[in-house]
């Protein structure tokens, strides 16, 4: 069994927050593997300050982090039926780096939320986010966690039986994905 490489990107800040918490629980399901959580607090993306100071420091950092994983995990809340700004900001920024490290890489999407549709929106956002920068989405089966407040138990743990199962199954298809090359 191989070790690979996850890097993984919650679309909250929050140190606590739910989709870091769903991350973690990927990892762990996935199995043995390195992990590293990504750093998305940027500066608002703006051509002038691209311009008058190149390409900030931390987002060349991400990009070579998804440039250097094997894969990479995107775990996302939903603001209003949409992907958060500072995910999409991120995404904004390091398609401005050179080359696309996005290009080929397996990706795995999941979404954590405290409404009812766990997400389900702010997913098909990320999807056409995605989209333009050709990464191997690895998709299916849909992993939403509604009501994610009340969906870990003290230790972290996801304690939502269903979202638990679909995670594992995605999880191992992003797996097989690696192992096969």
């Given amino acids: 069994m191989s ?4 890097l993984g990107i919650s679309g909250s800040l ?6 870091r918490r769903l991350l973690r629980e ?3 399901a996935f199995g043995p593997a390195e ?3 990504a750093d998305i607090r940027f500066p608002l993306y703006d051509a002038d300050l ?5 390409i900030p420091a931390p987002v060349q950092k991400l990009a070579d982090q998804i440039a250097e994983a094997d894969a990479v995990l995107i775990s996302t809340p939903e603001y209003n039926k949409n ?3 500072v995910l999409k900001n991120a995404l904004d920024w390091v398609s401005r780096t050179k080359g696309n490290p996005w290009n080929g890489k397996p990706v795995a999407l999941m979404a954590a939320a405290d409404g009812r549709a766990g997400g389900e929106r702010a997913m098909n956002s990320l999807v056409l986010c995605m989209m333009p920068f050709r990464p191997r989405l690895v998709y299916g089966p849909e992993v939403f966690v509604a009501g994610c407040r009340s969906a870990f138990d003290e230790e972290g743990r996801l304690n939502d039986a269903g979202a638990e199962k679909f995670l594992g199954l995605l999880m191992g298809k992003l797996r097989r994905t690696l192992e096969e090359g």
């Fill in 83 to 85: 992907l958060p700004g």
């Fill in 3 to 6: 070790t690979f490489t996850l």
């Fill in 26 to 28: 990927a990892v762990r």
């Fill in 50 to 54: 691209e311009e008058a100071e190149g």
């Fill in 14 to 19: 929050r140190q606590d927050a739910c989709n």
């Fill in 35 to 37: 992990f590293i959580e």
